[in-house]
T-cell receptor, first 111, second 115 residues
Framework: KAGVTQTPRYLIKTRGQQVTLSCSPI?????VSWYQQTPGQGLQFLFE???????NKGNFPGRFSGRQFSNSRSEMNVSTLELGDSALYLC??????????FGPGTRLTVL | SQKIEQNSEALNIQEGKTATLTCNYT??????LQWYRQDPGRGPVFLLL?????KEKRKERLKVTFDTTLKQSLFHITASQPADSATYLC??????????????FGTGTRLLVSP
């Protein structure tokens, strides 16, 4: 079974730009969660999608948004990028109530 | 506010010894707790899940305890090996059967096992 895939793996953007990250979950997993990981803050929950509906959202500004498609693939978008948005963005998929399977992440650098 | 604390200092141990990592939490009533391993530049990998009504869980050389009174979980690796060197994260969640889950992660403890 293929694992969680994320594209792109690396991204360099400048302040003010926007970015879209993609995540393909493990086949059969309908729950997809997104996390931001930085050295100072650790892993922080962004949002979770289940059957195309956002089930919960973390404490991030409205510049961070996401969506899920009917095939469970998910995208997250960050608009008006700031230097502090530089981080590893991780996507994880799971079955209800079970452990999460993480992708390799997208390393975003904002210059 | 909810807080999950893991020792931010690296834990250095000799090969063959038992490593014990601690996860403490406050202002939280988790339905279950998970432990993950993360290697540099990679996503976390699930290790063990323990539910609120379970005291202990084992998997090969790994053991997790969960004390909801002390609000603490201990993660043990017996007969540790250099390949066990990594950062270990604990995560708590209030799960529902509908599939909703919001995992709150600790900042992780780095384990270094010397030969």
């Amino acid at each position: 079974k293929a694992g969680v895939t994320q594209t792109p793996r690396y991204l360099i953007k400048t302040r003010g730009q926007q970015v879209t990250l993609s995540c393909s979950p493990i086949s059969g997993h309908r729950s997809v969660s997104w996390y931001q990981q930085t050295p100072g803050q650790g892993l922080q929950f962004l949002f979770e999608y289940f059957s195309e509906t956002q089930r919960n959202k973390g404490n991030f500004p409205g510049r961070f948004s996401g969506r899920q498609f009917s095939n469970s693939r998910s995208e997250m978008n960050v608009s008006t990028l700031e230097l502090g948005d530089s981080a590893l963005y991780l996507c994880a998929s799971s079955l209800p109530g079970n452990e999460q399977f993480f992708g390799p992440g997208t390393r975003l650098t904002v210059l | 506010s909810q807080k999950i604390e893991q020792n931010s200092e690296a834990l250095n141990i000799q090969e063959g010894k038992t490593a014990t990592l601690t996860c403490n939490y406050t202002n939280y009533s988790p339905a279950y707790l998970q432990w993950y391993r993360q290697d540099p530049g990679r996503g976390p990998v699930f290790l063990l899940l323990i539910r609120e009504n379970e005291k202990e869980k084992r998997k090969e050389r790994l053991k997790v305890t969960f004390d909801t009174t002390l609000k603490q979980s201990l993660f043990h690796i017996t007969a540790s090996q250099p390949a066990d060197s990594a950062t270990y994260l604990c995560a708590l969640a209030r799960a529902k059967n509908t599939g909703f889950q919001k995992l709150v992660f600790g900042t992780g403890t780095r384990l270094l096992v010397s030969p």
